[in-house]
């Protein structure tokens, strides 16, 4: 690691960046949008000096990038996932970088937990849209991220005897955005108990009782499932904040986890586009959107911003990754903008709703008549070298149909394919009586009814 990059991981940055959003905290809503101008001008100049792709695409858009002061954000076409990847080594403003060698990396058992050329923090994800996506974070870009989240997230009180506790339950055998920012912390602050969701519970809740955590975090369905477990005696802690993410949290959910631990878990919004992108204040209105981090833009079908109550797809501009930057960035998550401004003190923005991450859970029968499931997110965030792009289908009970959109070595990909798949129904102990058949295609079609992709389609019977 260079000289620059060991001080932007050391706790000495992380501390000035904290400071540096406190301040944020403060300002108000003008303010907010004149550091939001600020940084995006910023970010827009370092992207037409580092970046082929943003460079090449601007300039046949008709942009006049010799002139960035006259570009507003508004001007500069929408990107995606798919552009993104499919131009990565071109768009990325690190030319250490490359989409191989990164994919390489991350099929690595022995990569997980460590930084790739011991600096930066690569994320991988095929999210619900069902293309493999991989994010990659300088030093600094990560130690803003985990300021972020120290700060304004997990809040985790310091102790000056011994060390925070913190579990996180999700998909933690990977480079996945939740579990890799999570265990992030200093070793010397925190304590950390990874609980995978994959594995069967019962030594979970014993370890869970064991190291009774402050701070529980993880995926929403995770967080529900324990507090079920609290519910009916098995598992006994008491954490005294709870953050939810990843998957929708319903109002049941919400109500369950409150009846179990006694506190009311807050939503917290992030993705491997970045990790910190808002979260619920005490006052519970809403999830409020750290626009000094980001610009987010909310459209509707029409093309218009999205009024308060009306629902509409989000365009994300990050504006502290100045490794991978992503400049008006299209999500597949739908929010709704929030009619009242809250009181809480924070000039952020809200919204009522995150809605679009709802995938669909997959029921099997197992010989002896009971019902087994395997969760959508194992294939929201499946990965396989060489795989681009996938969609599940449960043809029969069980059966399933994996179309799959190979780049490169099929032979190879296909193995890998099913190494993975292979170990997913052995963690569910579906392995020998669920079957699957993997398929090679050309393109996967969107759902002709919504002219959205799926990316798991159950049997309809199930
Ligand atoms: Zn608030």
């Given at each position: 690691m260079n000289v620059k990059a060991s001080f932007s991981s050391s706790v000495l940055n992380i501390i000035r960046m904290i400071r540096c959003l406190g301040s944020a905290e403060k300002m108000t809503s003008s303010q907010i949008v004149e550091i939001q101008q600020d940084r995006f001008s910023r970010q827009l100049r370092h992207v037409l000096r580092?970046?082929?792709?943003?460079?090449?695409?601007?300039?046949?858009?008709?942009?006049?990038?010799?002139?960035?002061?006259?570009?507003?954000?508004?001007d500069l076409p929408v990107i995606d996932k798919d552009l993104m990847m499919d131009h990565f080594d071109e768009?990325?403003?690190?030319?250490?970088?490359?989409?191989?060698?990164?994919?390489?990396?991350?099929?690595?058992?022995?990569?997980?937990?460590?930084?790739?050329?011991?600096?930066?923090?690569?994320?991988?994800?095929?999210?619900?849209?069902?293309?493999?996506?991989?994010?990659?974070?300088?030093?600094?870009?990560?130690?803003?991220?985990?300021?972020?989240?120290?700060?304004?997230?997990?809040?985790?009180?310091?102790?000056?005897?011994?060390?925070?506790?913190?579990?996180?339950?999700?998909?933690?055998?990977?480079?996945?955005?939740?579990?890799?920012?999570?265990?992030?912390?200093?070793?010397?602050l925190f304590d950390f108990l990874p609980v995978d969701m994959n594995q069967p519970l019962h030594p979970s809740l014993v370890r869970l009782n064991d190291f009774q955590p402050e701070c529980l975090s993880g995926y929403s369905s995770g967080v529900y499932l324990l507090a079920l477990e609290q519910l009916k005696?098995?598992?006994?802690?008491?954490?005294?904040?709870?953050?939810?993410?990843?998957?929708?949290?319903?109002?049941?959910?919400?109500?369950?986890?409150?009846?179990?631990?006694?506190?009311?878990?807050?939503?917290?919004?992030?993705?491997?586009?970045?990790?910190?992108?808002?979260?619920?204040?005490?006052?519970?209105?809403?999830?409020?959107?750290?626009?000094?981090l980001h610009i987010f833009e909310i459209i509707k079908e029409n093309g218009?911003?999205?009024?308060?109550?009306?629902?509409?797809?989000?365009?994300?501009?990050?504006?502290?990754?100045?490794?991978q930057p992503l400049i008006r960035y299209r999500m597949n998550d739908n929010l709704i903008p929030s009619e009242n401004s809250c009181e809480c003190g924070w000039p952020f923005r809200s919204v009522e709703s995150i809605a679009g991450r709802e995938e669909e859970f997959l029921f099997f029968t197992d010989p002896a008549g009971n019902r087994q499931f395997i969760h959508p997110i194992v294939f929201v965030e499946f990965f396989a070298p060489g795989l681009e792009k996938f969609q599940i289908i449960q043809t029969e009970p069980n059966m399933l149909v994996l179309n799959v959109i190979i780049k490169g070595n099929k032979e190879e990909a296909i193995q890998a394919?099913?190494?993975?798949?292979?170990?997913?129904?052995?963690?569910?102990?579906?392995?020998?009586?669920?079957?699957?058949?993997?398929?090679?295609?050309?393109d996967i079609p969107n759902d002709p009814q919504t002219g959205k992709?799926?990316?798991?389609?159950?049997?309809?019977?199930?």
């Open positions: 580092y970046s082929e792709f943003y460079r090449n695409f601007y300039r046949k858009a008709g942009i006049d990038i010799e002139r960035p002061e006259l570009i507003q954000l508004k768009f990325v403003c690190n030319k250490q970088l490359r989409k191989s060698k990164l994919e390489d990396f991350i099929k690595d058992p022995d990569s997980v937990d460590k930084k790739y050329k011991d600096e930066f923090k690569v994320i991988h994800t095929s999210g619900s849209s069902g293309r493999i996506g991989i994010f990659v974070y300088g030093a600094n870009d990560w130690a803003i991220a985990e300021a972020a989240v120290y700060s304004r997230i997990s809040k985790n009180k310091l102790h000056f005897i011994g060390k925070a506790k913190h579990a996180f339950i999700g998909v933690t055998d990977g480079h996945y955005a939740g579990i890799s920012l999570a265990k992030s912390g200093p070793k010397w005696g098995n598992l006994k802690i008491h954490p005294t904040r709870i953050l939810c993410s990843a998957d929708p949290l319903t109002s049941e959910m919400r109500e369950t986890i409150r009846n179990a631990f006694g506190i009311m878990p807050y939503n917290y919004y992030a993705a491997s586009e970045s990790l910190c992108m808002g979260i619920q204040c005490d006052r519970f209105n809403g999830i409020h959107l750290f626009d000094d218009e911003e999205a009024k308060p109550g009306e629902p509409g797809n989000l365009v994300m501009t990050n504006l502290y990754n100045k490794t394919i099913e190494k993975r798949m292979d170990t997913i129904l052995h963690q569910k102990e579906l392995y020998d009586f669920v079957h699957y058949k993997i398929n090679v295609v050309n992709f799926r990316l798991i389609i159950p049997y309809l019977n199930s």
